[in-house]
């Protein structure tokens, strides 16, 4: 078998993939022309092009690629991921740049990656005189990186003759990836079918509520990829009416949710849920840090019980799920409410789901194994097994959580470092810094739920699209092509 020239890394797999993600793009590209058409927004002729490019490119590569020669390792799964989502993203500013809506590169380059990443932080500074092609296009950049490029890919090319198991692993949010279905191709399908189902059914609720169609399928685009962009300048703030607040607060609850679990669930097997730790974690952390913001809210503004407590519900959900939606300006309810926001941008929903951050299941490992080490202290010789939804963490996957958050750790403290030497004030770096490798949105500081990312200087805004990548892939999958064993023949 011929292989390409990157230390034995077969490239004809990769070249292909890249070619069916640039096919996809440009296909779903065109669905904003209609939208241009119907609100007469102009920028029909910019998805038209774009989408052209981008079909041409991919025909290219996946036609000239023989599907009889295709042959993947883990190597050649963690470079199709890193330059499946680079290829995504620089095909994903195209639109912006032809049409001038963003013509600055970088402008460009940043809203798309926080688009795909669904980290939701935008430069965009008066998103209601946008064109409605150009604010749809934006929303489903999100809904593309909600479950994962790859994994769509996975679900609807079979005919790359790849399993697609190693493509799942690289990709797939959380340290865990449980299989519904031995087939990684029915698994990602069976995900996709959940996700588009669940898209719909918050559309159709939407607007039936009061939303017009065009908000309507856009929040539910952005929602469901825990995403946080609006058509709106004031975000959820704008839709002031309890019924849709609830709404959207459930379904970036049910976004938040293990894949695998939402599934079980709909499939009506209840005891596999109740043996989830992670999601009973989730909803008691949403609820516990909801009672202690409600207080906070209520002490500092004359708002009433139930606004205080919708308010801040939708801000935690918002935070954990890393939605990053607005409903009210949470910089003004007391220093502690701001304290235990910021620790929410270190948190992240469940492993599994569209969020980012951290997630929830490394956080229960990690405190577990410290509990555990006080018994170990006392009994050193005893074996103490670490245990999860009533099964055993192997070792590997404990050291494997260690070393993220380490990471992780060091990534926030270097990147805050760098922001900060740029000229930007502490409280904004390290909200900026945070958000950004968290993928959640608003942060604190100069970039909290009132202002935006557009006034940063431009390598402010070229290093946080890296981390926005960083952080939406996990560290690993991004830092892996940085080691020299990755490079090694072997």
Not at 256 to 268: E, M
Not at 295 to 304: A, G
Request: with cysteine; proline share 4%.
């Amino acid at each position: 078998m011929s292989r390409g020239p990157l230390a034995g890394i077969n490239t004809k797999p990769i070249a292909r993939v890249i070619g069916g993600l640039q096919l996809l793009i440009g296909g779903l590209m065109l669905t904003s022309i209609p939208f241009s058409l119907y609100y007469k927004s102009g920028d029909a002729r910019s998805f038209l092009v774009s989408g052209l490019i981008c079909l041409t490119v991919g025909s290219l590569l996946w036609f000239t690629v023989p599907k009889d020669d295709l042959d993947i390792r883990k190597r050649e799964g963690y470079l199709i991921v890193a330059l499946g989502w680079l290829s995504m993203v620089l095909a994903g500013t195209l639109p912006y740049l032809i049409s001038g809506v963003i013509p600055h590169p970088i402008d460009a380059l940043f809203e798309t990656v926080s688009g795909m990443t669904t980290t939701g932080a935008s430069i965009l500074t008066d998103i209601e005189v946008i064109p409605r092609g150009m604010l749809f296009w934006r929303s489903m950049t999100q809904w593309i990186g909600g479950m994962g490029i790859i994994v769509l890919t996975v679900a609807l090319f079979p005919l790359l003759g790849i399993g697609g198991i190693e493509l799942f692993v690289a990709e797939a949010p959380g340290p865990t990836s449980d299989k519904l279905h031995p087939r990684i191709q029915e698994t990602a399908k069976r995900l996709w079918f959940i996700y588009v189902g669940l898209t719909g059914v918050l559309t159709i609720l939407l607007w039936v509520l009061g939303m017009s169609f065009y908000d309507a399928i856009n929040h539910a685009l952005t929602t469901m990829a825990t995403g946080g962009f609006s058509t709106k300048n004031a975000s959820m703030a704008h839709f002031d009416q309890a019924s849709i607040q609830y709404v959207i607060i459930f379904f970036m609850f049910v976004a938040g949710t293990n894949y695998t679990v939402i599934h079980h669930a709909l499939r009506g097997r209840l005891s596999r849920v109740r043996r989830a730790e992670e999601f009973w974690a989730y909803l008691s952390v949403v609820l516990f840090l909801t009672g202690l913001i409600t207080w906070n809210v209520i002490y500092n503004t004359n708002h009433s019980f139930e606004q205080s407590f919708r308010e801040s519900l939708f801000q935690v959900v918002s935070l954990i799920t890393t939605t990053g939606y607005v409903s009210a300006d949470y910089s003004q309810w007391g220093d502690a409410a701001l304290v235990l926001i910021f620790v929410m941008l270190f948190v992240g929903a469940c492993a599994g789901s569209t969020s980012g951050g951290i997630k929830l299941v490394r956080h229960i490992v990690f405190f577990k194994n410290s509990i555990l080490e006080f018994k170990r202290i006392l009994h050193p010789r005893a074996i103490v097994p670490l245990k999860l939804n009533g099964g055993v963490v192997a070792p590997r996957i404990m050291t494997h959580i260690i070393i993220f958050l380490l990471l992780y750790l060091f990534i926030f403290v270097v990147g805050s470092v760098i922001v900060a030497a740029m000229g930007l004030d502490f409280t904004t770096a390290i909200g900026a810094v945070a958000t950004s490798l968290g993928n959640v949105g608003p942060g604190i500081g100069g970039v909290g739920p009132v202002d935006n990312f557009a006034w940063l200087p431009y390598p402010v805004k070229f290093f946080l699209s890296f981390l926005m990548l960083l952080g939406r892939l996990e560290l690993f999958t991004i830092l892996v092509l940085f080691t020299p064993y990755f490079w090694k023949m072997n």
